[in-house]
């Protein structure tokens, strides 16, 4: 039978959890509540580069400035605010813009960048991309291969159990689920 050891390790004061699957650390970030409201969000951005409509399209659903930050500090970068929006939708922190300004600061064009960074985007990822950049990867490929996909962790942590005949049948059934296409009206 396989085993699994993973290490949980709370970093910077319990903010961050870091985890060693298989050789590989992984980092969560742990998001507190702050006491916030998606309307906070959208009276900060709303003071800063985006009309009233994209503030709400930028902080619809959050409890956090966090998009709002980010989207400012996208669009001081070099990104527009249709873009800046597309970068930090969703955003957790700054991480999406820094990124994003790093990959674009580097060899990547303004959509490449935000394709790399969305979605939780860090400093990590642009300096993935930029290191397979300078070796035998094109741009388009080193943003495929180094923009994140948490469910392809799943898929690999499930590729390692399905190793065991006993739970072979289980983790075909979980994976077929992972693999169907997500709605696009649906929050997640």
Do not use: H, W
């Not at 998001?31 to 998606?38: D, K, Y």
């Not at 700054?94 to 994003?100: A, E, H, N, V, W």
């Amino acid at each position: 039978m396989l085993f699994l050891i993973t290490v949980f390790t709370f970093l910077s004061g319990a903010n961050e959890l870091e985890m060693i699957i298989d050789g590989e650390t992984y980092r969560c970030e742990k998001v507190q509540s702050s006491g916030t409201t998606a309307a906070d969000c959208v009276d900060m951005a709303y003071k800063g580069p985006f009309n009233r409509d994209q503030a709400i399209q930028l902080c619809q659903g959050q409890s956090s400035v966090a998009p709002a930050e980010c989207g400012i500090q996208a669009y001081r970068g070099p990104f527009n605010t249709d873009q800046a929006i597309e970068l930090c939708k969703k955003a957790r922190s700054t991480g999406p813009s820094q990124c994003g300004i790093d990959a674009y600061s580097g060899p990547f064009n303004t959509s490449q960048a935000i394709e790399l960074c969305k979605n939780g985007g860090n400093l990590e990822r642009s300096e993935c991309a930029k290191k397979a950049y300078q070796g035998p990867y094109s741009s388009d490929e080193a943003v495929q291969l180094c923009k994140s996909n948490s469910a392809s962790l799943v898929i690999r942590s499930l590729m390692l159990l399905e190793s065991s005949p006993e739970m072979r049948q289980r983790v075909q059934l979980i994976k077929s689920q992972i693999k169907k296409p997500v709605r696009k009206d649906i929050a997640i």
